[in-house]
């Protein structure tokens, strides 16, 4: 699914918006996301999940071409963690 097919979505069950407003909408909700994780603040949506960015340590690795030691430089990275509501949506079918 991409970002067309939610404001797609979200124009035809909500209804009274038009699709750039229903586009302006979707955008907003994805900035307003996008700054909270970048300040290292966690997102929960409840019934969905969670989104929480984690800071990974450098580490050893190996350059696959050449077999070469490299470091792999600390970084932040984004995980999910769904709900249980979600969970037991996806496995039952629903």
């Known amino acids: ?6 404001v797609d979505k979200v124009c035809d069950r909500v209804g009274g918006f ?9 955008d907003q ?10 300040t290292g603040e966690k997102i929960k949506i409840s019934g969905f999940g969670n989104f929480v960015v ?3 340590k450098p580490r ?3 350059n696959p071409q050449t077999g070469d030691e490299i470091t792999i430089e600390a ?6 963690k769904p709900s249980n509501v979600l969970k037991v949506a996806l496995n039952s079918g629903e």
Not at 1 to 6: G, N, S, V
Not at 18 to 26: G, I, M, P, T, Y
Not at 29 to 38: G, I, N
């Open 29 to 38: 909700v994805f900035d307003t996301m996008k700054q909270v994780l970048e």
């Open 18 to 26: 038009s699709k750039k407003e229903a586009a302006d909408l979707v």
């Open 75 to 80: 970084r932040r990275v984004l995980t999910f």
């Open 54 to 56: 984690r800071d990974k």
């Open 60 to 62: 050893p690795g190996r």
């Open 1 to 6: 699914m991409t970002k067309a097919d939610i």
